[in-house]
């Protein structure tokens, strides 16, 4: 019974406190009671570290839809990572494009000049989506985890002693509070003892979270280490894409130049519809290249065919 005793008075002690800790709170916020306001350096860390959190998200997200524009796959991608399972392997866009274009090619026959080409396009198009494959894992590691340690683990950290240093100033300023108002000697005793414990409290937790939040200098620095493996990652890979495509322009002008100026005057040379036997007779008289027969037959042709025919 006396056990019983005990943790009930404990119990309503804690409940009296956490009733006066909320009442203190409206108060505050009524604009009725004072405040014991956070020194200056402590504001500044707190501050700071709100921006860091901020930016680093922003950044984080960012860089993930930099990485993986399409929604859909990074929600997948997200879901087998809470589900601690890998997803499954899809070839990404430039190896799919890769693909088709080998698939093309060998239809219309390697042997063609077209074929040939589209299958050699096609390798260069799945090493560039290989070369991205690499850059998305090497980011994940060295650049987005830190960040996202950041976010899920420190930061977290720094907002429960947060949370806990409000709560301890709130009972320091009940405190406070409750020693104006006592009038009899020894009730004023008590609040004066309460108030240097919660004092003492308070002042420790405040220690507890400005060392936590000088950190963040910390975290700064090994951030800026995290960005420079990113931009060298991505140094890598514009320079084995832009490798691959030097390599691709190089194969692709060793192809016969009857070939080449055949597909550049079929692009530059405009095309005229012909609509009557006359047009053809004047376009005649511009061309003495070309002989009477040729003319004459070809306006023959135009005249036994039904419809409209076109050069």
């Given at each position: ?5 005990f943790?009930?008075?404990?119990y ?6 956490f009733?006066?800790?909320?009442l ?8 009725q ?6 020194d200056?350096?402590l ?21 993930e ?10 929600i ?5 990572e809470k589900?601690?399972?890998k997803?499954p ?33 096609g390798?260069?198009?799945?090493r ?8 998305i894992?090497?980011?994940?590691i060295?650049f ?5 340690n ?14 806990l240093?409000?709560?301890k100033?709130?009972?320091?300023d009940?405190?406070?509070t ?7 000697a020894?009730a ?10 919660t004092?003492?409290?308070f ?12 950190g ?13 493996d ?9 320079a ?8 691709l ?9 009857t070939f ?14 012909v ?10 008289a511009s061309l003495?290249s070309?002989s009477?027969?040729?003319v ?5 042709e135009?005249?036994s ?7």
């Amino acid at each position: 019974s006396g056990c019983f005793k005990f943790v009930l008075e404990n119990y309503f002690y804690e409940m009296n406190i956490f009733n006066l800790a909320n009442l203190q709170f409206t108060e505050e916020k009524l604009g009725q009671a004072e405040k014991t306001e956070l020194d200056a350096h402590l504001e500044n860390l707190l501050s700071k570290a709100e921006c860091t959190k901020l930016w680093t998200e922003k950044i984080m997200k960012q860089t993930e839809v930099l990485l993986q524009p399409n929604p859909n796959a990074r929600i997948e991608e997200f879901v087998y990572e809470k589900l601690d399972r890998k997803a499954p392997s899809r070839m990404n866009n430039p190896e799919l494009l890769g693909q088709y274009m080998i698939d093309a090619g060998n239809e219309f026959g390697p042997g063609t000049a077209y074929g040939n080409a589209l299958i050699k396009c096609g390798e260069t198009q799945k090493r560039i989506g290989a070369a991205d494959r690499e850059l998305i894992q090497t980011s994940a590691i060295n650049f987005l985890t830190p960040l996202r340690n950041f976010i899920e683990g420190d930061y977290k950290t720094i907002t429960k002693e947060r949370k806990l240093l409000q709560n301890k100033r709130l009972d320091l300023d009940a405190a406070k509070t409750r020693l104006k108002k006592a009038k009899v000697a020894e009730a004023r005793a008590a609040s004066e003892q309460e108030v240097r414990i919660t004092q003492s409290e308070f002042d420790r937790q405040a220690e507890i979270t400005r060392l936590l939040l000088e950190g963040i200098s910390s975290t700064h620095a090994h951030h800026l280490r995290c960005l420079n493996d990113f931009v060298e990652a991505q140094m890598t890979y514009y320079a084995q894409c832009y490798q691959y495509m030097l390599d691709l322009q190089k194969q692709l002008g060793s192809f016969p130049s009857t070939f080449l100026s055949n597909n550049n005057q079929s692009s530059t040379t405009p095309v005229q519809s012909v609509s009557s036997p006359s047009v053809l007779a004047s376009a005649s008289a511009s061309l003495p290249s070309v002989s009477n027969s040729m003319v004459t037959s070809g306006l023959s042709e135009l005249k036994s065919s039904s419809g409209s025919r076109k050069a």
